[in-house]
């Protein structure tokens, strides 16, 4: 979620309880997690809520460093969107679907299937992959089992993809014609299409979804406070806040605008099970990073 977003929601809970004066800490997910275990390590209990990407929650979770918590709200969301013991709860989600030139890319050649990206003609730089696209091995992992989802990225690799940072920038690429096809966000493609770019999206089913979850401090300085506050991020309200940031909102009674954005079959890269440092390492493996 980005320094604007982020902000808007910390207004809005103020202004709802005006009793309540949160402090809001904005960076990336390493530097967060970094510096909740520097904080840690120094006996300081600093925080309350946490929110970011998935990578986040393992480390602090095997540290003892996350309470569980029932959220009234808990019963809005699909099982697959939040922890079974109330360790986290997906804000908003960020779908890999497959972005299009529509000027460059016919309907008739569009893959269909996973197995479709591995056609000659999507050879050397034809399609875009995130730098960090981790996910699509735990993902896929997730789906197939590991040593299928494994060999079948050797062969994307081998079709020698552009492999890029950042999913707005690739959206952007596929619209202005440097790569015909992307595996990219869905929300920041549907954010150019909405503007009427060149550019399309299609899911590649099971869709892999990487979820943003917020967490509760184990040593809460404000434990009430910060369980207020989760409540009125995964209320209604909050989430048809997060429609209007072009993010996908997890809750099942608000729907994503267009509600297609939601409308696949999907298998989460869930937070649990996610071991960064390896999956990282086997990705760039397979296509021959750092």
Request: charged fraction near 25%; avoid cysteine; charge should be positive.
């Amino acid at each position: 979620m980005n320094l604007d977003s982020a902000k808007e929601f910390v207004n809005r809970f103020q202004k709802k309880y005006p009793f309540i004066k949160p402090e809001l800490m904005r960076a990336g997910g390493g530097v967060i997690l970094n510096r909740i275990l520097a904080e840690t390590r120094a006996g300081r209990n600093a925080w309350d809520v946490a929110m970011g990407r998935g990578e986040t929650y393992r480390p602090l979770r095997e540290r003892e460093l996350l309470s569980p918590y029932s959220s009234l709200e808990a019963t809005m969301y699909p099982e697959d969107l939040r922890d079974k013991e109330g360790y986290w709860y997906a804000v908003f989600l960020n779908a890999n679907v497959l972005a299009f030139n529509t000027k460059l890319v016919g309907k008739e050649e569009l893959p269909r299937g996973y197995q479709d990206l591995l056609n000659p003609k999507w050879k050397k730089q034809k399609l875009s992959i995130d730098v960090e696209g981790w996910a699509l091995i735990s993902g896929l992992s997730n789906a197939w089992g590991k040593e299928k989802a494994i060999s079948y990225l050797r062969k994307v690799a081998a079709q020698q993809p552009a492999i890029k940072r950042g999913n707005a920038l690739r959206a952007s690429l596929v619209a202005a014609g440097e790569t015909p096809i992307a595996i990219a966000y869905a929300g920041s493609i549907q954010e150019l299409t909405d503007r009427g770019a060149p550019i399309d999206w299609i899911p590649l089913e099971p869709v892999v979804v990487q979820v943003y979850p917020m967490m509760l401090a184990a040593k809460a300085p404000n434990p009430n406070a910060a369980k207020l506050f989760i409540d009125f991020v995964l209320s209604k309200e909050s989430q048809e806040v997060i429609r209007g940031f072009s993010r996908i909102p997890a809750r099942k009674d608000v729907e994503p605008d267009p509600p297609r954005l939601r409308q696949f079959k999907r298998v989460i890269d869930d937070p649990g099970k996610l071991n960064v440092d390896e999956t990282a390492k086997v990705f760039n493996e397979i296509f021959g990073l750092r």
